[in-house]
């Protein structure tokens, strides 16, 4: 669609732009310029009241339904009115291309300037064709898939007309009480930058008409919570914000992400939304961060109740002055900060430089060229749905399961001449494998795994629901009711396992029971769903437990007795076909864990890089209590980061380092042999951990850095490289700044954090 629209300035006004003054005159349309890009944005800036300029960091909430009359009264008339004046910058769950092109239509063809709305909406891991959680894609390390998943979910939200998604949440999560866990990469800092990298990527792209902004988020501390509860106090130390936390988020900056999100929680006793040494010093200023920065929902207002801000204004002083560029419905901007302006509490610079952020923005993603550019009803039809993004996500599913014990290789299933008792109301549950974060989505869209399990004609397949997860309508907002009586089914699917050959037991948490606000405090399989798995177990222990959930659970009785497991998640649209490819035999799982999973809650938060303590209880004699452990549970996970079976068997050997040591500006070549010594082909991710044995600050026990996804053919042996330089062991020193120190180091390379084939090296600089 060519936009025409004599009054629009589409990209700048040329006179202001070659030095001359400002006109009021605004039916100016300069489409065509070879201006850099900040002229551009300032030529703009040149023509704005301060009103207009505070209207471009306002963000509002869809407040009107498009096709129904104009509000008269309230909130939402207030709101339209501010859109008609230009007072409105971005708008949030608006989707549609009939919806989103009739508002920005009046931002464009009734304001005054005539300044194109950017369209926001919370596109995690999908818009209409749903991939895996997060969490979930993080498990299967391929890092193609990743950034293919985020071009899928991208391609469909830019089709329906938006241009912004709140993604990738890049939280380093080690508590898996925590809800949010399932929109992160897990707990490992090198795979949550190496994932975030993918999600930039794949979401921005080029920037062209399938493509959305990304929101890079939560800045910064937000998963540390304390007790996993969200929303809950962080206390965290210098080292490790700059250790672990930060890490993700300079890995996306760096990947080009034109925006960021401040969090919910405090840092050092202030609200990130109006921190200034996270936003100004360290995002805007060491990073050199050029996008801008979105407040979460409310988050400027919840600095009074955090008991920093007095009132609305005062929050507003504050998060302007730390550079919160644009307010997410807390109406702060809009209402005070022209007055904060006025009576000098707020700069005009800092309002000037949070407006060329966001308009700089707008004209990267062609808004000022063509405002409509997101509005083709015509392609929202083509694009929505594809069979190839149902491939795709597809693709991505099977990926990201991982198999947690095999014994007896019960899997792979056989295609013939089984009978099959399938048992569990997820596995007849249409919504919740699409999980949490997916509100564009349908329900009853997803494929169930009964559905997946029926398409292998072979084998007689029964069904019994067994009990239900939760009771009633599960909505995305409100609180699940979970089944904590209701065994009525029980005696029906004791029945049904007595007369089976194999056992397919589908339990964990419904999609809405993890995500925000939706913290446990219990991480065994909810409401009475482990008493059903040990019934059924009294009655066929042949069993196959396939998991679906947002985040680790406890299931040590499971580990001990089932002997076959499962880890699907919440895998999306393609749920059901992805599971029964991998439980046929179709797709030979090669998932590995991105957060561990505990033996019991009293271990969280548990992760794999830990510090050593003075009292780490390496040979401790067995009647000592002196060493750090807890006396009802055994220590360590009860499977590891970085776990993860196949249906080949990978064997590491002759582990090597190229040099002793190596110095400033040189490396050393880590090599070793894996041999899939099955008669399967399959993939195995080889990880490679370092341990820096003495720093100026303590170090943890080992660290992810580096890992290679791999394909290796039944019988065959691959040596697989890796590189490592002063980059590879640098960190946040007790000088405050990444340097790498001079030491010795043990390295490890193999299939999961345990990883016990070991050499060193050292480093002199």
């Known amino acids: 669609m060519k936009y025409t629209l004599p009054k629009y300035i589409l990209a700048a006004c040329l006179a202001v732009a070659m030095g001359c003054s400002a006109t009021k005159q605004n039916n100016v349309a300069v489409k065509s310029t070879q201006l850099p890009l900040d002229r551009k944005v300032d030529s703009v800036l040149a023509l704005m009241t301060l009103e207009e300029k505070v209207g471009q960091m306002n963000q509002y909430n869809g407040f009107w339904e498009v096709t129904g009359p104009v509000p008269k009264e309230g909130a939402a008339a207030l709101k339209y009115e501010h859109l008609k004046k230009g007072w409105v910058g971005s708008m949030l769950n608006v989707k549609g291309v009939k919806d989103v092109k009739a508002l920005q239509k009046i931002a464009v063809e009734e304001t005054r300037l005539g300044i194109p709305v950017i369209f926001g909406f919370d596109v995690i891991h999908g818009f209409k064709t749903i991939s895996p959680i997060p969490l979930a894609e993080a498990a299967s390390w391929d890092l193609e898939a990743i950034e293919r998943s985020a071009q899928i979910a991208a391609a469909e939200a830019a089709a329906s007309g938006l241009n912004w998604t709140f993604s990738p949440m890049v939280d380093v999560s080690r508590d898996a009480r925590w809800g949010r866990v399932m929109e992160g990469a897990g707990e490992d800092t090198y795979l949550n930058s190496r994932i975030a990298e993918a999600r930039v990527k794949g979401f921005q792209g080029n920037l062209g008409e399938f493509s959305v902004a990304a929101c890079v988020k939560h800045f910064a501390g937000y998963s540390f919570a304390e007790a996993g509860k969200d929303y809950n106090t962080v206390e965290v130390s210098n080292n490790t914000l700059h250790n672990i936390i930060l890490p993700p988020f300079k890995a996306a900056s760096d990947a080009g992400a034109l925006t960021f999100m401040n969090s919910f929680n405090e840092l050092e006793g202030i609200p990130a939304t109006g921190n200034a040494f996270l936003q100004r010093q360290l995002l805007k200023g060491e990073w050199g961060f050029k996008g801008f920065v979105v407040s979460d929902w409310g988050s400027m207002g919840e600095m009074i109740p955090h008991g920093y801000a007095k009132d609305m204004k005062e929050a507003a002083m504050y998060a302007a002055n730390a550079g919160s560029d644009m307010d997410m419905e807390s109406y702060g901007y809009v209402e005070h900060l022209a007055a904060l302006v006025r009576e000098g509490k707020v700069s005009q610079d800092k309002v000037d430089d949070a407006v060329r952020r966001i308009l700089r923005v707008k004209f990267m993603l062609g808004l000022f060229d063509d405002p409509y550019k997101y509005c083709n009803e015509a392609r929202e039809k083509q694009t929505i749905g594809k069979k190839e993004f149902h491939d795709g996500v597809l693709d991505v599913a099977k990926k990201s399961i991982v198999l947690l014990k095999n014994e007896k290789n019960l899997l792979p299933l056989k295609k013939t001449g089984q009978k099959i008792a399938v048992i569990g109301a997820l596995a007849d549950d249409k919504t919740s494998p699409l999980g949490s974060w997916r509100i564009a989505a349908d329900d009853g869209t997803a494929v169930t795994v009964l559905e997946g399990l029926k398409k292998y004609p072979g084998n007689a397949i029964t069904y019994s629901k067994g009990a239900d997860v939760a009771l009633g309508k599960v909505v995305f907002g409100s609180e699940t009711k979970i089944n904590m009586t209701d065994k009525s089914g029980f005696s029906e699917a004791v029945n049904a396992a007595k007369s089976a050959d194999v056992v397919i037991m589908v339990l964990g948490e419904h999609g809405l029971q993890t995500g925000e606000g939706r913290s446990r405090s219990d991480l065994n399989l909810p409401g009475v769903q482990q008493e059903l798995l040990e019934t059924v177990y009294k009655a066929n222990p042949n069993i196959v437990l396939v998991l679906n959930n947002g985040r680790p659970l ?14 699907a998640w919440q895998l999306g649209t393609q749920s059901g076909n ?41 040979g401790q004699p067995t009647e000592s209590v002196f060493w750090s452990h807890y006396i009802d549970v055994q220590d360590g996970a009860l499977y590891p980061f970085g776990y993860g079976l196949s249906y080949s068997k990978f064997e590491y050997s002759n582990l090597k380092v190229s040099s002793n040591s190596f110095g400033k500006g040189g490396k050393v070549s880590v090599s070793v042999d894996v041999t899939n010594s099955s008669k399967v082909d399959g993939k195995e991710v080889v990880q490679l951990y370092l341990r820096d044995l003495i720093g100026s600050v303590t170090r943890p026990v080992r660290e992810l850095k580096d890992f290679e996804l791999t394909e290796i053919k039944a019988g065959q042996t691959k040596t697989i490289t890796f590189a490592i330089n002063e980059k590879t062991i640098e960190f946040y020193t007790a000088n405050n700044k990444w340097e790498a120190e001079p030491g010795d180091f043990k390295v490890y390379v193999g299939g999961n954090s345990s990883a016990t084939l070991e050499a060193s090296f050292g480093y002199t600089n």
């Open 578 to 618: 992805a599971i029964a490819q991998v439980l046929y035999g179709d797709y030979n799982p090669s998932g590995k864990l991105p957060m561990s999973f505990p033996r019991n809650v009293g271990q969280e938060p548990l992760y794999y890089n830990h510090k050593s303590t003075g009292r780490p209880g390496n």
């Open 554 to 567: 406890t299931i040590p009785w499971a580990a001990q007795n089932i002997p076959a497991i499962v880890e």
